[in-house]
């Protein structure tokens, strides 16, 4: 039986590459990353939580500023939370993707997008409680926003079935 303070998850939604959810509801987040990052931000008075999807590290012209870039997805959710009514002080971050396959790609950008979200949450000083980071595994991850319980979920290969919405040999 939930307790009168506990609610339901009443939403799902999938987090695509480059996209932003601060949900305003309790809502299971589910996002599949390989090199790029996600960021979840959560607090835990007002059982509130956001996420983040970014693939590169930084953009430095202001036209090209996207949410696909760490520097600009990391502080956008931050002012997301916000505007949801949670203060930067109270926000605490997980970390999760950053994976480099070297026989598909010369470039390490897992590890890029790792240090944008360290330098990103450092600046605004927000503590980074867990992380599931590097190697060479693809992730999928499942966020409840209600109760910050995340699933991860590591993969030698991401199906096109993976991605939302699901199908195929799933």
Not at 16 to 28: A, E, F, L, S
Not at 33 to 42: E, K, N, R
């Amino acid at each position: 039986m939930k307790s009168n303070t506990e609610k339901a998850v009443t939403k799902e939604y999938f987090l695509k590459p480059g996209y932003i959810i601060v949900p305003d509801q309790p809502t299971i987040i589910s996002t599949v990353l390989g090199s790029s990052v996600a960021v979840s931000l959560y607090d835990k008075r007002r059982k509130k939580g956001g996420m983040n999807h970014f693939l590169y590290p930084f953009v430095e012209i202001p036209q090209k500023a996207t949410a696909q870039y760490g520097n600009v997805a990391i502080p956008t959710l931050i002012k997301m939370m916000g505007v949801a009514g949670v203060p930067v002080s109270d926000l605490e971050a997980q970390v999760f993707g950053g994976a480099f396959d070297h026989t598909s790609c010369e470039k390490n950008i897992g590890k890029e997008n790792l240090v944008a979200a360290t330098q990103q949450l450092a600046r605004h000083r927000i503590k980074v409680v867990s992380r599931d980071i590097g190697g060479e595994l693809g992730r999928k991850i499942v966020f409840n926003t209600h109760t910050c319980e995340i699933l991860v979920l590591r993969v030698d290969r991401l199906r096109r079935s993976d991605w939302f919405p699901y199908h195929e040999d799933r």
